[in-house]
């Protein structure tokens, strides 16, 4: 469920051990007044549960969490009928679990720690489709995911991307969401999604931010603008 129905608040399901952390979220989140936490969740069983009866827009989901864990948690969610927009909360201790919740689904990376503007543009980017990372993430995440990309590979993929399609990736890269790309670039939401797709498959890439850490990774897609 990639955006809200009617204009309504965007729904938040958030998830982590840290009762604290979760109040201190839901608050932050919900003074921005387009934002409700529709419910809370200690564990990857009660994520679960609670995304399947609610059916949110978001998910923001701890990895570290006791019994079901967030990963094993994001897996299934994202194997639902409608399934949420998923980020990951996390510190910067991050962990081989990154390469993992990407192909699982996630569509972002949040630092519990971030500024209140921060996560509600977040989650308000993920509810409008789009895919973000912390820029604090971004430098740590490159390194441990260029150790397993090909390079060259990956610049000649994006070199082979038509000059509109290299722009969606750029604005891609840059979080935005396909309602921005399209007000940018002067194209409906639906051409918008459909370049969208074409880049995902061109690239290999199975959602936005692996698409986004390719185009950060490769020098001179910026050109293209």
Same mark, same amino acid.
């Given at each position: 469920?990639?955006? =809200?129905?009617?204009?309504?608040?965007?729904?938040?399901?958030?998830?982590?051990? %840290?009762?604290?952390?979760?109040?201190?979220?839901?608050?932050?989140?919900?003074?921005?007044? =387009?934002? &409700? #936490?529709?419910?809370e969740a200690g564990d990857g069983h009660g994520l679960l549960s609670q995304v399947r009866?609610?059916?949110?827009?978001?998910?923001?989901?701890?990895?570290?969490?006791?019994? !079901?864990?967030? @990963? =094993?948690?994001?897996?299934?969610?994202?194997? @639902?009928? %409608?399934?949420?927009?998923?980020?990951?909360?996390?510190?910067?201790?991050?962990?081989? $679990?990154?390469?993992?919740?990407?192909?699982?689904?996630?569509?972002?990376?949040? @630092? !519990?720690?971030?500024?209140?503007?921060?996560?509600?543009?977040?989650?308000?980017?993920?509810?409008?489709?789009?895919?973000?990372?912390?820029?604090?993430?971004?430098?740590?995440?490159?390194?441990? @995911?260029?150790?397993?990309?090909?390079?060259?590979?990956?610049?000649?993929?994006?070199?082979?991307l038509s000059a509109r399609e290299r722009q969606v990736l750029q604005?891609?890269?840059?979080?935005?969401?396909?309602?921005?790309?399209?007000?940018?670039?002067?194209?409906? &939401?639906?051409?918008? !999604?459909? $370049?969208?797709?074409? #880049?995902?498959? !061109?690239?290999?890439?199975?959602?936005?931010?692996?698409?986004?850490?390719?185009?950060?990774?490769?020098?001179?897609?910026?050109?293209?603008?």
């Amino acid at each position: 469920m990639a955006a =809200t129905d009617g204009g309504g608040p965007i729904q938040v399901v958030l998830a982590d051990d %840290e009762p604290m952390l979760r109040r201190g979220l839901k608050v932050m989140l919900e003074s921005s007044g =387009t934002i &409700e #936490v529709v419910s809370e969740a200690g564990d990857g069983h009660g994520l679960l549960s609670q995304v399947r009866a609610h059916r949110p827009h978001v998910a923001l989901i701890d990895v570290q969490m006791p019994g !079901k864990d967030g @990963l =094993t948690a994001l897996r299934e969610v994202a194997r @639902l009928p %409608e399934p949420p927009a998923s980020a990951v909360l996390t510190t910067f201790d991050l962990d081989d $679990y990154v390469a993992d919740a990407l192909r699982f689904g996630a569509q972002g990376f949040l @630092l !519990k720690d971030a500024e209140p503007e921060v996560l509600v543009r977040a989650v308000q980017d993920l509810a409008a489709g789009g895919a973000v990372l912390d820029p604090r993430i971004t430098a740590r995440l490159l390194p441990r @995911l260029r150790v397993t990309s090909d390079n060259a590979r990956e610049l000649d993929l994006v070199k082979a991307l038509s000059a509109r399609e290299r722009q969606v990736l750029q604005l891609l890269a840059d979080g935005r969401s396909n309602a921005d790309i399209g007000s940018r670039l002067g194209l409906t &939401e639906a051409t918008v !999604k459909s $370049y969208v797709s074409t #880049v995902l498959s !061109k690239l290999g890439a199975q959602n936005r931010v692996q698409a986004a850490l390719i185009a950060q990774r490769v020098s001179g897609v910026g050109g293209a603008r």
